[in-house]
T-cell receptor
Framework: ETGVTQTPRHLVMGMTNKKSLKCEQH?????MYWYKQSAKKPLELMFV???????ENNSVPSRFSPECPNSSHLFLHLHTLQPEDSALYLC????????????FGSGTQLSVL | RKEVEQDPGPFNVPEGATVAFNCTYS??????FFWYRQDCRKEPKLLMS???SGNEDGRFTAQLNRASQYISLLIRDSKLSDSATYLC??????????FGTGTSLTVIP
């Protein structure tokens, strides 16, 4: 079992659909993140949660809505996305003020038609 | 100015070659440093931490130069399986992670 599990691995959706990405970390970490990686571009930080509280929203459009019900689970709710939102979405977790390494889930490859 | 700068490459090297990547960071208060490896369409995975004293893990050597604000990764005796993108990562404080754009490496038979 990997430390950070993400589902689904692949997602194709239309612009009017609503879908959610799910992430669960089994590492006992206290911080979770959503990153976006478009083709041939660097990782872009979207959201950060420390101890379930959102501490960063990196100017992300409101069609992306995160939810962190507890320190082990993180969701990204998607609504009326645009084709340019097609990308690899990566969840990650870390232990703030401890061993600060970042561990990633396997990502969701999202295609918006 | 970007927090972390990396030469994107690509680096194309023959098997058995030695290759080095550098990365510079802008904030002298940065605290922790890492190299990650990312294969095509996969998630980044931690390769190694980087310490001022330098550290080695098999064929991989990482070095930190705080005075010049750069970190390096040296790969000796390159294998085909080393082909990937190598990401430089810097932590400013707590959970402020800054990623470089990545350096693409292809090892050629």
């Amino acid at each position: 079992e990997t430390g950070v599990t993400q589902t689904p691995r692949h997602l194709v959706m239309g612009m009017t659909n609503k879908k959610s990405l799910k992430c669960e970390q089994h590492l006992g970490h206290n911080a979770m993140y959503w990153y976006k990686q478009s083709a041939k571009k660097p990782l872009e930080l979207m959201f950060v949660y420390n101890f379930k509280e959102q501490t960063e929203n990196n100017s992300v459009p409101s069609r992306f809505s995160p939810e962190c019900p507890n320190s082990s689970h993180l969701f990204l709710h998607l609504h009326t996305l645009q084709p340019e939102d097609s990308a690899l979405y990566l969840c990650a977790s870390s232990q703030v003020s401890g061993d600060e390494k970042l561990f990633f889930g396997s990502g969701t490859q999202l295609s918006v038609l | 100015r970007k927090e972390v700068e990396q030469d994107p490459g690509p680096f194309n090297v023959p098997e058995g070659a030695t290759v080095a990547f550098n990365c510079t960071y802008s904030n002298s208060a940065s605290q922790s440093f890492f190299w990650y490896r990312q294969d095509c369409r996969k998630e980044p995975k931690l390769l190694m931490s980087v310490y001022s004293s330098g550290n080695e893990d098999g064929r991989f050597t990482a070095q930190l130069n705080r005075a010049s604000q750069y970190i390096s990764l040296l790969i000796r005796d390159s294998k085909l399986s080393d082909s990937a993108t190598y990401l430089c990562v810097v932590i400013l404080t707590g959970n402020q992670f800054y990623f470089g754009t990545g350096t693409s490496l292809t090892v050629i038979p």
